[in-house]
Antibody
Framework: QVQLVESGGGVVQPGGSLRLSCVAS????????MHWVRQAPGKGLEWVAF????????YYQDSVRGRFTISRDNPTNTLYLQMNSLGTEDTALYYC?????????????WGQGAVVSVSS | EIVLTQSPELQSVTPKERVIITCRAS??????IHWYQEKPGQSPRLLIN???QTFSGVPSRFTGSGFGTEFTLTIDSLEPEDAGKYYC?????????FGQGTKVEIK
């Protein structure tokens, strides 16, 4: 069965950086688009970033464009999110999410999430 | 940005009742709407894709309908395990957005 396991979350000061990783098992990630979706404490879901199956196209939420970078390493079945210039508004649970297809833009598998807390 | 507005924000219902959740889009999105269920302590789960297609493994009491700007998720004969938060999501145009969620609680 498909499993997505995030790591790399933690507590960081405003202006700091973190890199999230997501390792997939039970699926060949190179066949699918991948996303990051976040959920601030007590809030709803917010799509953050998308990368096509081959890494050729990337899309970002306006609030993170220029600060976050999504990337993937298909041979190791791993997805990444490099987060720079973090602000308190970025505090959230970050989910690694698998697209149903190469770019159908709906989501059939979610990881358990990585907690990112931005605080001084 | 396409804004999705769900109503109601909270629905308190007894088991076996029917639940109807509405999702309105700020512009025409054809059938590019998908529904998810989130239970406490769990990751979201896909229920319905493209407005009315029940996803694999989802019980038949969950159905979706709609086109354009207005969509509904219906839960027929609510079960206690259906308590949770429900979100709609559009895939029509980036940035892809979610509704604010509807909490379904069991009386």
């Amino acid at each position: 069965q498909v499993q997505l396991v995030e790591s790399g979350g933690g507590v960081v000061q405003p202006g700091g950086s973190l890199r999230l990783s997501c390792v997939a098992s039970g699926v060949i990630l190179s066949n699918f688009g991948m996303h990051w979706v976040r959920q601030a404490p007590g809030k709803g879901l917010e799509w953050v970033a998308f990368i096509r199956y081959d890494g050729s196209e990337k899309y970002y939420q306006d609030s993170v464009r220029g600060r976050f970078t999504i990337s993937r390493d298909n041979p190791t079945n791993t997805l990444y999110l490099q987060m720079n210039s973090l602000g308190t508004e970025d505090t959230a649970l970050y989910y690694c999410v698998k697209d149903v297809g190469t770019a159908t833009i709906y989501f059939d598998h979610w990881g358990q999430g990585a907690v990112v807390s931005v605080s001084s | 940005e396409i804004v999705l507005t769900q109503s109601p924000e909270l629905q308190s219902v007894t088991p076996k009742e029917r639940v109807i959740i509405t999702c309105r889009a700020s512009q025409n999105i054809d059938i590019s709407i998908h529904w998810y269920q989130e239970k406490p302590g769990q990751s979201p789960r896909l229920l319905i894709n493209y407005a009315s297609q029940t996803f694999s493994g989802v019980p038949s009491r969950f159905t979706g309908s709609g086109f354009g700007t207005e969509f509904t998720l219906t839960i027929d004969s609510l079960e206690p395990e259906d308590a949770g938060k429900y979100y709609c999501q559009q895939s029509h145009r980036p940035p892809w957005t979610f509704g604010q969620g509807t909490k379904v609680e069991i009386k």
